[in-house]
């Protein structure tokens, strides 16, 4: 019985002194040969093709994250224009949706701009490239905002004419007051 139990502590020890075997290298020793240096420092790192497969998952990933919030705003949306033109007691409710949506085409919108430029490096994306996002996402935010405000009226552009038939002008001649 001593002699199995030290044959697996034996076994232990080599395995332990054979990291690179454990950690799924197969010639753990190749990689160790001494290599020419530039001095200054390494090199740039070795982009495999698992990395980039990796790195378009993640940004594909992002991307749904930012529609799925960006679709749930418009869908709290539309169910607001719909309970608007119903009738007042609508109106007050299409508010609430308004403001739901709002909550998701904001909150979407702020969660990728934030994960994108601290997943920037590992998504393998650009400065350019983010930039160039990030205007994307800004603008299509701007454009449901512009969208929603005239639609409830708040960018409403009046026009104001002057004319002499005003029922406010006849009616302060009928009160006696002059036009002074």
Known sequence: MALSGAWWSR?????????????????PWKGR??????GRGPGPPVVSE????????????????FLSWFR???????VGVISYVQSDMGRE??????????????????SYLVSLFLLRRTMMLSFSTALLNCAAVTTVALFWLCAIS???????????QDDPNDKCQDKKKEDGKSDK
């Open 33 to 38: 040969a001494a290599r020419p240096s530039s």
């Open 93 to 110: 409710a299409a508010y609430g949706f308004f403001i739901l949506g709002g909550i998701c085409v904001s909150y979407g919108s702020a």
């Open 50 to 65: 698992l990395d980039k497969a990796d790195a378009w998952l993640l940004r594909k990933a992002h991307e749904t994250g």
């Open 11 to 27: 076994a232990v020890a080599r395995a332990r002194g054979a990291g690179g075997l454990l950690r799924g290298e197969a010639w």
């Open 150 to 160: 005239l639609y409830i009226g708040r960018l409403e552009v009046e026009i104001i």
């Open 72 to 78: 749930n705003g418009l869908l709290a949306t539309g």
